[in-house]
């Protein structure tokens, strides 16, 4: 993207059609001078398979089919937890933790409860996320966020998706999911990392 996008409004395509994902990152972008558009806004559909070793490689498998489609800047994520006393697991595959395909968020978050049950606690993990921008003119920008914490046995809060309920953020007493959607967007590995992307595409905020 060129400086002298600074005085325009940039137009992003988000390469999700993941709800919850485009409520968070609509509500990052939200004070910026930035449209954010979705594949279903456009009615296209692409089914990714996620085979990437990194993050970073699987968020670029997310974006290259919609730049591929002709698409000007195509943004795109992936995420994962990584849980010190299961040697980084679920990682990349958090998604996919569970086997089973029609398993729900509720049940990945039991599964991993399960594994972890006679390990000692505190169970010291980290949310990851890296964001990617593919531009037309074959720019690649990257961002990285990290968000430190512990998973807890219990369930708490409402806001979240994945594994939010069950993930205790550092320097605060509430999980991802008890956060309120302002002070996720600060502490949040999705949050940092769309904010540094912001940063480096000198994204100027929305007028009043």
Known sequence: MEPSSQTMTATLLLA??????????????????????TPADLGLFNDVIESGNTYLENACLKA????????????????????????????????RFLPDPNATS???????????????????????????????QGAVFTSHGICT?????????ENGFGYDPIFLVD???????ELDPDRKNQLSHRGKAALGMIKQLGLGLRQA
């Open 16 to 37: 999700t059609n993941n709800p919850h994902k485009v409520e968070e990152f609509r509500s990052i972008f939200l004070p910026y001078d930035v449209i954010l558009q």
């Open 64 to 95: 290259l089919p919609y730049w591929q489609d002709g698409q000007n800047r195509v943004l795109a994520d992936d995420s994962g937890l990584e849980v010190e006393a299961l040697q980084g697991a679920p990682g990349i595959h958090s998604h």
């Open 106 to 136: 509720h049940d990945r978050c039991l599964y991993l409860l399960e594994r972890l049950q006679d390990i000692p606690r505190p169970w010291s993990a980290a949310f990851h996320c890296e964001v990617v921008l593919l531009t037309r």
């Open 149 to 157: 914490g512990q998973i807890i046995p219990e369930f708490r809060g």
């Open 171 to 177: 320097g605060t007493d509430q999980t991802m999911a």
